[in-house]
């Protein structure tokens, strides 16, 4: 099965910040990659598929990007709301594996 | 999107098995795959396996293989996840997650979960 990982596992950044993401997969998964946001005790939610679509109602400032194997989630101007744990997905098959996860604090 | 509600939270003891339903409205249920997935407690997200009604596709990751079976009852829109052997460290919130099957597993909408507690 294909692997999902991601780096850092936690990041603590300022209000306004550039924040970055990444996300890595053991073989190639094309753009069939989703990034999902879980803010402390919610569901988690769907911000970003097919590696750079954003999905509407998603603020401008999340964008994503792919080189080969590796997928970039990027939260320009990092706002109060966006402290979360961010997942990757792998969605071109079965399993949907997910990455471990990201931390972000302010 | 298709909205799902989950049945409520169980109590378990080591050894026993688990049942989850999930009941989805709002849209096709035919349009959907559906997925389970777990989270322990201040763990990460773990996809354990899904199901598309329509094409009668079943899929389990390799991890809960032999333990989990996913069913699902088109008459009522309802998805079911079946955990069997259940110990301590299955002590997590269980979602059922659907997403549209083109895109399958990809998950666009998420149930409440489901808190399943094992302890004796």
């Known amino acids: 099965d294909i692997q999902m990982t991601q780096s850092p596992s936690s990041l603590s950044a300022s209000v306004g910040d550039t924040v970055t993401v990444t996300c890595r997969a053991s073989q190639g998964i094309t753009n069939y990659l989703a990034w999902y946001q879980q803010r402390p005790g919610k569901v988690p939610k769907l911000l970003i598929s097919g590696a750079t679509t954003v999905l509407p109602g998603v603020p401008p400032r999340f964008t994503g990007s792919r080189s080969g194997t590796n997928f970039t989630l990027t939260i320009s101007s990092l706002q109060p709301e966006d402290v979360a744990t961010y997942y990757c997905?792998?969605?071109?098959?079965?399993?949907?594996?997910f990455g471990p996860g990201t931390k972000v604090e302010i | 999107q298709v909205q799902l509600v989950q049945s409520g939270p169980e109590m378990k003891k080591p050894g026993s098995s688990v049942k989850v339903t999930c009941k989805a409205s709002?849209?096709?249920?035919?349009?959907?795959?559906f997925n389970w997935v777990r989270q322990a407690p201040g763990q990460g997200l773990e996809w354990m396996g899904g199901i598309i009604p329509v094409l009668g596709t079943i899929d389990y990751a390799e991890n809960f293989q032999g333990r989990v079976t996913i069913t699902a009852d088109e008459s009522t829109n309802t998805v079911y996840m079946e955990f069997s052997s259940l110990g301590s460290g299955d002590t997590a919130v269980y979602y059922c997650?659907?997403?549209?099957?083109?895109?399958?597993?990809?998950?666009?909408?998420w149930g409440q979960g489901t808190l399943v507690t094992v302890s004796s």
């Open positions: 997905q792998k969605y071109i098959s079965a399993p949907g594996t």
């Open positions: 997650a659907s997403g549209v099957s083109y895109n399958y597993p990809r998950v666009d909408s």
């Open positions: 709002g849209d096709n249920f035919s349009r959907y795959g």
